[in-house]
């Protein structure tokens, strides 16, 4: 049968391609990534599947879903102009996304799907620095993290659940790893980032909260902490956090075998593996 070979959890900061061009490959954002990259490699995926938030660019409010898959065979972008970072296309694994949304609807997951789409830099920048040959098709699956109200952390740990069986219950011998993108407190152009600033971490001592969950495999306590209430107070994008809790959902109680804050952008670099 398939299996799940790894988890991943990195930002996406729309900065880091142009920082990354401007400081190079020693910077401090550059060594993170590849010590992720490092680890992606090791396990030899032949798919990854990307949680993510959608930041109104291949969605906007006229049709915003709760959770989308991309169903199709490429995509590419970005689609919002991200400085630093090469318009590219990205092979999509379309039998697994298939397979993901029909899965899906058997265990009461209502997905949307969206068969046309580009996608912006929230999967481009995790891709641009693991996978920059975009050599391992994707299956994206978009969970609303930025427009409230949100899902609740426990759906969306329970459709990391649901991923697990659909990858194990495929026939044949494909590794998947999964991946999810975002940060953990962050406001951008919004009323809680730091005064004279676009954007920045506003509570700090939440993300210092996810990081010890993550680390020490509390995961029921994170999930009873990471209420919609508790992720609007750490910025109008810390919902991103629920792509981290469905991968969760996927690798269970494992405790990572990497993990690396950058706390004053609010954010970590994580690694599950169990080979």
């Not at 898959?69 to 694994?93: E, F």
């Not at 459709?159 to 999810?180: D, F, I, S, Y």
Request: charged residues 15%.
């Amino acid at each position: 049968m398939a299996e799940i070979v790894a988890g991943f959890g990195v930002p996406h900061t729309p900065m880091f391609p142009a920082l990354v061009a401007r400081e190079g490959p020693h910077c401090e954002t550059a060594q993170l990534f590849r010590s992720v990259a490092d680890h992606l490699e090791a396990v030899r995926p032949d798919a990854l599947v990307i949680f993510d938030s959608d930041h109104l660019n291949t969605f906007f409010l006229n049709n915003f879903p709760t959770m989308s898959v991309g169903l199709t065979s490429q995509t590419s972008g970005p689609n919002d102009g991200t400085p630093g970072l090469p318009r590219y296309s990205v092979p999509v694994n379309e039998a697994l996304a298939s397979h993901v949304y029909a899965s899906g609807l058997e265990c009461g997951f209502d997905f949307a799907v969206s068969q046309e789409f580009e996608i912006d830099h929230s999967i481009l920048v995790p891709l641009h620095f693991l996978t920059p040959t975009m050599q391992i098709p994707i299956v994206p699956i978009f969970i609303n993290g930025v427009v409230h109200p949100l899902p609740a952390a426990k759906r969306c740990y329970a459709l990391g659940q649901m991923l697990r069986q659909a990858v194990e219950a495929l026939p044949g011998n494909a590794r998947v790893a999964v991946l999810g993108s975002g940060s953990f407190s962050l406001d951008v152009g919004g009323p809680l980032s730091p005064r004279g600033t676009y954007s920045g971490v506003p509570d700090s001592g939440w993300a210092e909260s996810v990081l010890g969950y993550l680390r020490e495999s509390k995961t029921d306590d994170l999930l009873n902490a990471a209420t919609s209430q508790r992720l609007a107070r750490a910025g109008n994008v810390a919902g991103e956090l629920l792509n981290w809790i469905a991968m969760l959902g996927v690798i269970g109680t494992r405790r990572p075998r990497f993990l690396e804050p950058q706390m004053e952008h609010g954010h970590a670099y994580g690694v599950w593996r169990w080979d």
